[in-house]
């Protein structure tokens, strides 16, 4: 059974930096594009961080660009968000997101139940 | 970046009822659209990738069409489980979401 567990998300303070993680199970993590995907409290969808299965393709939304970085150990089965100068509107459910279909990061597959990330003073 | 205009933004419906709808997209790319089921506090649902696929396990009464750059979530008889948000995707890009309620 695919699944996804995400961690690390906390309350912090503008300025301040999170971690989060995800680990996968359940499939050849290092055969698929993953992502992070973000709702904020009561809002829509939006794309986060995307990462091919390679590493050669990494793409950004222009609204976290600089600020956060995407990563993965195919080694650990594990994705990272390393997320630095937060903002009070980074606060949101962070989902981690695996390609339905391979390598890239086309349609996103979310196996888990997201981790919370508030950022306030 | 892509944009996606997602409608009706609320849609109040009943059970048996056909339900559509609809995401006009600024590039329309059938090959990277998709449609996806969020009924809080989960984690969205894949329902259908390039536009018409229907992802394994959904029932056959959710189909995909696409008209030009026009995409169309169709559900062809509701049922009480299908109560949630609908959101239409493509790339990196997402729509507003429609909020599907019960009448």
């Known amino acids: 059974e695919v699944q996804m567990v995400e961690s690390g998300g906390a309350l912090v303070q503008p300025g301040g930096s999170l971690r989060l993680s995800c680990v996968a199970s359940?499939?050849?993590?290092?055969?698929?594009?993953m992502a992070w995907v973000r709702q904020a409290p009561g809002k829509g969808l939006e794309w986060v961080a995307a990462f091919s299965s390679s590493g050669g393709s990494i793409y950004y939304a222009d609204s976290v660009k600089g600020r956060f970085t995407i990563s993965r150990d195919n080694s650990k089965n594990t994705l990272y968000l390393q997320m630095s100068s937060l903002r009070v509107e980074d606060t949101a459910i962070y989902y981690c997101?695996?390609?339905?279909?391979?390598?890239?990061?086309?349609?996103?597959?979310?196996r888990g139940q997201g981790t919370r990330v508030i950022v306030s003073s | 970046d892509i944009q996606l205009t997602q409608s009706p933004s609320f849609l109040s419906a009943s059970v048996g009822d056909r339900v559509t709808i609809t995401c006009r997209s600024s590039?329309?790319?059938?090959?990277?659209f998709a449609w996806y089921q969020q009924k809080p506090p989960k984690a969205p649902k894949l329902l259908i990738y390039?536009?018409?696929t229907l992802e394994s396990g959904v029932p056959s009464r959710f189909s995909g069409s696409v008209s030009g750059t026009e995409f169309t979530l169709t559900i062809s008889s509701l049922q009480p489980e299908d109560f949630a948000t609908y959101y239409c995707?493509?790339?990196?890009?997402f729509g507003q979401g429609t909020k599907l309620e019960i009448k």
């Open positions: 997101a695996k390609d339905r279909l391979g390598p890239t990061m086309v349609f996103f597959d979310f």
């Open positions: 390039g536009a018409s």
């Open positions: 590039q329309g790319i059938s090959s990277y």
């Open positions: 995707q493509e790339l990196g890009s």
């Open positions: 359940g499939f050849s993590f290092s055969s698929y594009g």
